[in-house]
């Protein structure tokens, strides 16, 4: 079906039994209204405007939106809830949990915030994000939401994981216009990609965002400057040289105690940056509490081996049980794009992007311990030698290197867009 216009006023009816009560906000390319069910029940509706873009561009961004509802299923308190998906007069739309706090930028003018707390909650979400193979890649204030009762929730999960910075808008004469909002929490390594980096998107992009959040949110100031057009590209410079105001946050009651998390955080380099929502929670003023993720996921526990499954990519879901891929009398599992893997293994399918070499990677298992690992490249036996991959492979947000790293449960394996779980079974 061709999208149509569609904008809704009090009063009206969606897919049959949701009435609009208000709309609470929007932009380019979508809308989100209060709704309300037949019993009563409120809730957010988010519809993505396919009648504003060209066809061209409808299959990109319905797939991209598909993928925030379905990063809205994951199982975590503190990532904003999806509960169905549907479609009206040819646009897609959002049936989402209705978040009565606002967003935390709002909430933190209008109430007295513990930081502690706030950071754990942000940091449970970030944690379950993570261990999805998904990155936010957004993550700002304006992304947080709060519940009625104060608990934090991460949202906006049109990008995450998307190596595209951000859903491109359209300015008035059709070029690109940049979502400049964004810029203050973008670490470096988006900016000016590394080997690799633009391929694949790494858990620290999310941990330096996490970082100038929390920074802007203790002091109410930018770490690196004040943000404005003209000062855009001193804030840049300083963000890429780590010079971060350490003062304003020595300044503020309380605030030196956060210096080790926010530093660790806002390292310029993401392989010494902090790597991961844990290591990140460690560093929180006045101890542990809760843990970040619970110790009942069914795929940490290993019984009979090891498994792949696709969290990521154009075969989202797909399983390779690792023993099951090994070939009689080998130790060694291949991994590369799907036209090009001559040795069997693991073969990746990707269609709208690149990044995946022919001979991306190899798996290997010891055959006395069991323990597998996994290295970047692959033997060639043309060239006689050991050929690494283009674009690298990242085990979370380590890159593997030709030497053997280990792998093991709930460790994401990361080759461009692609994104693979390691689970016991």
């Known amino acids: 079906m061709v999208p149509q216009q569609c904008i809704f006023n009090p009063g009206d009816i969606v897919d049959g039994c949701l ?16 709704v309300r069910n037949t019993e009563g029940r409120e809730y957010a509706l988010k519809i993505l405007k396919l009648w504003k873009v060209s066809a061209a561009e409808c299959e990109n961004l319905r797939n991209r939106f598909k993928m ?14 999806s509960y169905s998906y549907g479609e009206v007069l040819g646009n897609p739309f959002i049936l989402m949990e209705l978040y009565s706090g606002g967003d935390l930028k709002t909430y933190a003018l209008n109430h007295d915030v513990d930081w502690a707390v706030l950071a754990r909650q942000i940091l449970g979400g970030l944690s379950d994000l993570h261990a999805s193979g998904k990155v936010h890649r957004d993550l700002k204030p304006e ?38 909002g964004t810029y203050p929490y973008m670490p470096p390594e988006q900016l000016n990609p590394p080997r ?37 590209h001193t804030y840049l410079t300083n963000s890429s040289t780590g010079n971060w105001d350490r ?24 392989k010494q940056r902090l790597q991961s929502a844990a290591q990140v929670r460690d560093l929180i003023p006045g101890g542990l509490m809760d843990s970040l993720r619970g110790e009942d996921k069914a795929y940490m526990r290993v019984v009979n ?15 390779y049980y690792l023993d099951q891929c090994l070939q009689s009398g080998r130790w060694l ?10 040795n069997g293994g693991i073969p990746i399918k990707e269609i709208q992007s ?31 030698k050991w050929v690494q991959s283009l674009n690298g492979t990242y085990v979370n947000s380590s890159e593997a290197l030709e030497e053997a790293m280990p792998i093991g449960p709930g460790d994401i394996i990361s080759l461009g867009d692609v994104k693979l779980r390691v689970e016991g079974y």
């Open 19 to 34: 009435t609009i009560v208000t709309h609470l906000g929007g932009g380019t390319f979508g809308d989100v209204y209060r």
């Open 68 to 81: 925030e509802f379905d990063t809205g299923r994951i199982d975590s308190q503190y990532l904003a809830h």
């Open 143 to 180: 992304n947080v939401l709060i519940r009625e009762d104060g608990t934090a929730v991460l949202t906006d999960f049109g990008i995450s994981g998307d190596r595209n910075k951000r859903m491109t808008e359209r300015a008035a004469g059709g070029g690109p216009q940049q979502l400049f």
């Open 196 to 232: 690799g980096s633009q391929a694949t998107v790494l858990p620290t992009t999310d941990i330096f965002s996490f970082g100038v959040m929390m920074y802007e949110i203790i002091t109410g100031q930018l770490p690196f400057g004040p943000m404005s057009m003209e000062t855009l």
């Open 247 to 270: 003062e304003q946050l020595n300044a503020v009651p309380g605030g030196a105690a956060w210096a080790p998390l926010i530093e660790g955080c806002l390292q310029p380099d993401f």
């Open 305 to 319: 081996g090891l498994l792949l499954r696709v969290m990521q990519g154009e075969e989202y879901g797909a399983v």
């Open 333 to 342: 599992i291949p991994m590369g794009r799907t036209d090009g893997s001559p």
């Open 354 to 384: 690149c990044y995946i070499s022919r001979r991306h990677c190899t798996l290997e298992k010891d055959p006395v311990s069991g323990q597998w690992y996994i290295r970047d490249g692959q033997w060639n036996p043309a060239e006689r």
